[in-house]
């Protein structure tokens, strides 16, 4: 392994790493909001939306993000629609999260048995007072473990971005390698990035998740 | 001795001056399963009704339908005259009026006691933190549970729950207390500490509408006992002692016997 060489690369993967931290975030950022819109119109059980959004879950969480990506970047300018790499590489992101997101939300709102809005009902507590108080915090704590697992599967889902041409880390690695041949330099010098970026994440998810169950349930 | 009569069971024709609660012909049903029909029950202050009949004859029904957490699909309940319907506009202050307590306690687990207890008092009623928690200290203190309030439900045997369960309850001073099988899914030994609250607050003058399996307790608290099958009241009695020993109709006197173990 030769040190200079990394030492070399290393601007090149840490710009990498800050396009791929910046278009994963807005990803994760999408994700959320359209996890969250999914829920909202599951929960208030609107018509047409509510089977809408089985459709898009259920479209978007049984194809790779891979071809999703395609699709948007190839496919869509054939039909007039054009957007560029770092957008489609977000709202990629955010529409392949939003479905895993939604379904996150879903199972820890059926966590929480139904007795317990009665509860809050029979108090008095109107349909709002009681998700706000009783329903939501309980919900948010059940589905942290998950969300926090999606987010680092979203950041790791960054990789497949190189296909459209977006300057990550996966596609910085690929470009070096294919230009001077350091395999070993480029491959460790990747894992090392994916690490730097992600562990950090999982840290603070665990540590989150440990805070808020302690805040919730003592524990 | 007391007539009763079908046509008679249930309807209180006496004063209505204080009557708490009227159900007039009441029916319920659920995917065309009739649940309760043509029910009648009129409940005045300080009385304490207890309901009885076997599983699944609607006796919790009953008490969900008063709370409004069950629609109806006949006749009328009113609190202090007024309607008390799901789809009413005024029904989170008709709740209000009427505590109830569950089977299964159901306290918030992501809340300490104290703050089980006082979400609905500041919440809903707007009522300062400090008085709030300074009643329900007292409240907590008279069930032998205030050197609890910052633990967490889970850190509660099932007797000290449901005790915390009724206090939640109390707080927010309802006019008439649901108690539905409070002591159902407690251990046998957790009944007593129970049922001893609930009987205070009935020497102390609570309005109660209680559905039990616990019999020995039905008969000491009941001011009226209500026998309850298939949906309609069968016996109804004010002599609780006279009920438990020689109930009237043949299906109470089956029911009653189901607990003899001679």
């Not at chain 1, 392994?1 to 975030?25: C, F, K, N, Q």
């Not at chain 1, 929960?43 to 879950?57: A, E, G, S, W």
């Not at chain 2, 609607?58 to 609190?79: F, H, P, Y």
């Amino acid at each position: 392994m030769d040190i200079e060489v990394i030492r070399s690369y290393i601007p090149l993967y840490r710009d990498a790493l800050l396009l791929t931290l910046r278009i994963g975030w807005q990803g994760v950022l999408w994700a959320f909001v359209i996890g969250l819109v999914c829920t909202l119109i599951r929960q208030l059980r609107i018509p047409v939306l509510r089977q809408l959004v089985t459709v898009y879950v259920e479209l978007f969480r049984n194809t790779p993000l891979l071809v999703q990506l395609f699709f948007m970047y190839f496919a869509l300018p054939k039909i007039g629609i054009r957007i560029s790499a770092e957008v489609c590489g977000s709202l990629g992101l955010g529409l392949l999260g939003g479905a895993y997101m939604a379904e996150t939300f879903r199972s820890g709102l059926d966590n929480i048995a139904p007795i317990q809005e009665e509860s809050a009902l029979s108090l008095g507590m109107s349909y709002l007072q009681a998700f706000r108080y009783v329903i939501l915090p309980q919900a948010v704590t059940a589905s942290m473990p998950g969300i926090v697992a999606n987010v680092i599967f979203l950041l790791k889902e960054t990789s497949v971005f190189s296909v459209i041409s977006l300057m990550d880390l996966m596609f910085t690695a690929k470009d070096l390698i294919g230009m001077y041949a350091k395999t070993i330099e480029c491959l460790t010098l990747l894992v090392v990035f994916y690490l730097i970026m992600l562990l950090p994440v999982s840290l603070l998810g665990s540590l989150l998740e440990r805070r808020m169950r302690r805040a919730e349930f003592g524990n | 001795m007391a007539d009763f009569s079908p046509e008679r069971v249930g309807i209180v024709t006496e004063s209505t001056g204080n009557e708490v609660l009227r159900i007039e012909h009441l029916h319920k049903e659920f995917e065309g399963n009739v649940i309760l029909k043509d029910l009648n029950l009129t409940v005045r202050k300080g009385e304490v009704i207890v309901v009885i009949g076997p599983s699944g004859c609607g006796k919790s029904t009953l008490l969900r339908c008063v709370n409004a957490l069950e629609d109806i699909q006949g006749g009328q309940i009113l609190l202090d005259g007024r309607p008390v319907h799901s789809g009413a506009k005024d029904i989170t202050l008709m709740r209000q009026k009427i505590g109830m307590v569950f089977q299964s306690y159901d306290l918030f687990p992501h809340k300490t006691i104290i703050q089980n207890v006082t979400l609905a008092p500041c919440k809903v009623q707007k009522r300062p933190r400090a008085e709030a928690e300074q009643e329900a200290l007292e409240l907590l203190e008279r069930v032998g549970l205030a050197d609890r309030r910052d633990d967490y439900p889970r850190q509660l045997s099932g007797g000290q729950k449901q005790r915390v369960a009724i206090v939640r309850a109390l707080c927010m001073h309802p006019e008439i207390l649901l108690l539905d099988e409070i002591t159902a899914a407690l251990d046998p030994e957790m009944v007593h500490e129970v049922l001893d609250v609930v009987l205070s607050l009935a020497r102390s003058g609570s309005t109660m509408l209680i559905v039990t399996h616990e019999m020995a307790f039905a008969r000491a608290i009941a001011d009226r006992v209500l026998f309850i099958d298939e949906g309609e009241i069968v016996e109804e009695s004010t002599d609780p002692k006279e009920f438990f020993t020689k109930p009237e109709t043949p299906r109470a006197q089956a029911f009653l016997k189901t607990f003899d173990y001679e």
